[in-house]
């Protein structure tokens, strides 16, 4: 492999493709022994917003991507990732969907830095605009189960959403089709989510 590609292992909106400039190679694939939560904090200039974050977690598994990006891909990518840092991530800990092979080498995750990690309030909402976003990316590549699973393996849904999707404040918004925005809806209102408005 060339030694300027990367694989980088994405779990919230790095899945959802709509948020790239340009087509990347991916993998559907599995972490396995970590979790996600909303335990990220990150100030825009719109004010501070909760985002999803990896967490050590044995015997969990969470789905995502792992994108291959050359250098300058990689530099995009940790100027977007505000208040994360890179870490690696063991190929013992990684396998591929749809095959009974483990992904070959080791990538690179991100998680957040110790300042930045925060339970969620009313400061530091989920923005629903963020949510739309990774909840598209999943339903695109992995469909609904893919959606379903994702609602499942996240800790801390009791943070409280601001109702931003028809004036997004996330500065990568996505539009969802009237099925997609259903569905999520359906699922979000399923877990009597503590939504809050600007």
């Known amino acids: 492999m060339n030694e300027h590609l990367y694989w980088t292992f994405g779990y919230g909106s790095i899945v959802n493709l709509e948020t790239w400039s340009h087509p ?3 993998k559907m694939a599995y972490l396995d022994g970590w979790k996600r939560s909303w335990r990220h904090v990150v100030h825009l200039d719109c004010g501070s917003f909760s985002a999803l974050t990896l967490e050590p977690c044995p015997n969990a598994r969470i789905a995502g991507l792992l994108v291959a990006t050359d250098q300058v891909n ?9 208040g994360y ?7 013992a800990h990684l396998s591929l969907k749809d095959s009974d092979t483990d992904h070959t080498g080791d990538a690179r995750g991100y ?3 110790q300042s930045h990690i925060q339970t969620p309030d009313n400061m530091s909402p989920i923005q629903q605009s963020y949510l739309d976003c990774v909840m598209q990316g ?3 590549v992995f469909g609904e189960s893919g959606v379903i699973d994702f609602m499942e393996t996240t800790d801390f849904w009791d943070a409280p959403i601001l109702l931003d999707r028809d004036n997004p404040s996330y500065p990568r918004p996505i539009e969802l089709t009237k ?5 999520f809806t359906q699922l979000t209102e399923a877990k009597q989510l503590n939504y809050i408005n600007k």
Do not use: A, G, K, W
């Open 24 to 26: 990347v190679e991916y």
């Open 74 to 82: 990689s530099e995009i990518l940790n100027n977007r990732e505000i």
């Open 85 to 91: 840092e890179l870490m690696n991530i063991n190929e």
């Open 111 to 113: 998680t957040s830095r």
């Open 138 to 140: 999943y339903y695109n």
């Open 179 to 183: 099925p997609q925005r259903d569905l």
